[in-house]
């Protein structure tokens, strides 16, 4: 069974700081990871990909990849409100592949 | 921009009826997805279809679901006799075959079985 584990928090950081999410995943062939944002009753809205080990930045997202490590991150910089959601992880095992996620990390970002 | 379109937004029927969930996903897509959502769980996948045909399927899709693309724009997901247990956001996406692989994903239908 390929599993993608998160911790379901809630993260709170203050407005203007860095939250840090963090995945694992079970399956060594997994090929492509993505960071989803899904606000409640909505659906998973990309935030970044990453398939390559080391980091990847996207204004104030930066996603790291630790293939050895079977890890992914997520760091928002600069912290809003508005950036208070459920951030998915999922892995994909190739080209249109489907999509495994894990539960979700909420974050909230207080004032 | 671009984007999936799916109809509609909530759905209520009764156990044991048929239900149609229509997509339209972006238009130069290649491979199509459903997924489902239960109130307060994780994403699961639930069925992939490319060059009319199903590409992949999990455990969940059984004989009482079937996808279909009726036309050129349309990607359906017929449930033949719902059941409680069905009742879920579904979420259709698409992908383009490229480096990134993304997969983007439609509004969702609330599917509600009384």
């Known amino acids: 069974q390929k599993e993608v584990e998160q911790n379901s928090g809630p993260l709170s950081v203050p407005e203007g700081a860095i939250a840090s999410l963090n995945c694992t995943y079970s399956?060594?062939?997994?090929?492509?990871f993505f960071w989803y944002r899904q606000y409640s009753g909505k659906s998973p809205e990309l935030i970044m990909f990453i398939y390559s080990n080391g980091d990847k930045e996207d204004g104030r997202f930066t996603a790291q990849l630790n293939k050895a490590s079977q890890y992914v991150s997520l760091l928002i910089r600069d912290s809003q409100p508005s950036d208070s959601a459920t951030y998915l992880c999922?892995?994909?095992?190739?080209?249109?592949?489907?999509?495994?996620f894990g539960t979700g990390t909420r974050l909230q970002v207080t004032l | 921009e671009p984007e999936v379109t799916q109809t509609p937004s909530h759905q209520v029927t009764q156990m044991g009826q048929e239900v149609i969930l229509r997509c339209v996903p972006i238009?130069?897509?290649?491979?199509f997805y459903w997924y489902r959502q239960i109130l307060g769980q994780k994403v699961e996948f639930l069925v992939s279809?490319?060059?009319?045909?199903?590409?992949?399927k999990s455990e969940i899709f059984d004989d009482q679901f079937s996808v279909e693309r009726p036309d050129g724009s349309n990607f359906t997901l017929k449930i033949r006799s719902t059941k409680l247990e069905d009742s879920a956001m579904y979420f259709c996406?698409?992908?383009?075959?490229?480096?990134?692989?993304?997969?983007?994903f439609g509004p969702g239908t609330r599917l509600t079985v009384l």
């Open positions: 399956d060594r062939g997994s090929q492509s």
């Open positions: 279809f490319y060059n009319n045909e199903i590409s992949e």
């Open positions: 996406a698409s992908s383009e075959v490229s480096d990134s692989d993304t997969q983007y």
């Open positions: 999922a892995v994909n095992g190739g080209t249109a592949s489907k999509l495994t």
């Open positions: 238009s130069n897509h290649l491979y």
